[in-house]
């Protein structure tokens, strides 16, 4: 960062890291991936982890993806969203790194609104709400558990985020790559959310659309999940 606070660019480092964790996502991995593609931001580096898919996922990246992204990388063993990030994040390059999930509920056109105050210095880590001034979507009982969990981790960071649990959280590459992350499933976003605020970095918040699946169509997360995010709140409060 200079000292305008500006994002000033490094020789050769792209602009953008998009980091896309994958598992099982044989349907929608070939329209995502081309949609980050063709998204703003011409010089991005794209990196795909697939976390030991067993629906055909590993061939269509191999064949299909390898070619036509920057990074492909498999894990031998299933880790889980955190553990695929984990990957994903040692591996960037670019001067911000955004998390993209490999489903569709999250459009890539909207990266400037995420990524933009990043790269233009006005913030260090940049959350992409959806529920910032808008009406909520998707299912009632996960809306609640996300308002809950928010509440709850607003509690003990001291931040005042509407959406802690957004797939979009842009973050400075060194502000990322200096987080020693532990969790391995979805216990990464309450995680990362506290060590992010004790590290004193300027987070923001900005408003994002979504366009929510349904469990029948693939989504992972669920009550066992919800009570690991409660304590992991509680576990990385301090440390």
């Known amino acids: 960062m200079a000292e305008d606070g500006h994002m ?8 953008l890291t998009v980091v896309i964790p994958c598992f099982n996502e044989s349907s929608s991995i070939r329209e995502i991936v081309g949609r980050v593609i063709a998204a703003p931001y011409d010089d991005k580096e794209i990196i795909v982890v697939d976390d030991m898919s067993t ?23 299933n880790t889980g969203k955190g553990g695929a990030l984990r990957t994903g994040f040692a591996h960037a390059t670019g001067l911000v790194v955004i998390v993209q999930d490999a489903d569709l509920e999250y459009d890539p056109e ?33 809306r609640l558990a996300n308002k809950f969990l928010t509440r709850l981790s607003n ?30 499933r979805f216990g990464f976003e309450p995680e990362i959310t506290a060590k992010v605020a004790r590290m004193g970095v300027r987070v923001m918040e900005v408003a994002i659309s979504y366009h929510p699946r349904t469990n029948e169509e693939g989504k992972k997360i669920g009550l066992k999940d919800g009570i690991r995010a409660v304590w992991c709140i509680w576990k990385y409060r301090r440390g």
Do not use: W
């Open 155 to 184: 509690l003990f960071t001291g931040l005042k985020l509407t959406d802690m649990e957004t797939c979009y959280k842009a973050f400075r590459r060194e502000v990322i790559q200096a987080v020693d992350i532990c969790e391995n």
């Open 110 to 142: 909207e990266y400037p609104k995420v990524v933009g105050p990043v790269l233009a210095g006005e913030c260090d880590v940049c959350y992409g709400s959806r529920f910032l001034g808008q009406r909520a979507k998707g299912y009632l009982k996960n």
């Open 8 to 15: 000033h660019a490094v020789p050769d480092a792209p602009e």
């Open 55 to 77: 629906d055909g996922t590993r061939d269509i990246l191999a064949s299909e993806i390898e070619p036509i992204v920057s990074k492909v990388l498999y894990h031998e063993q």
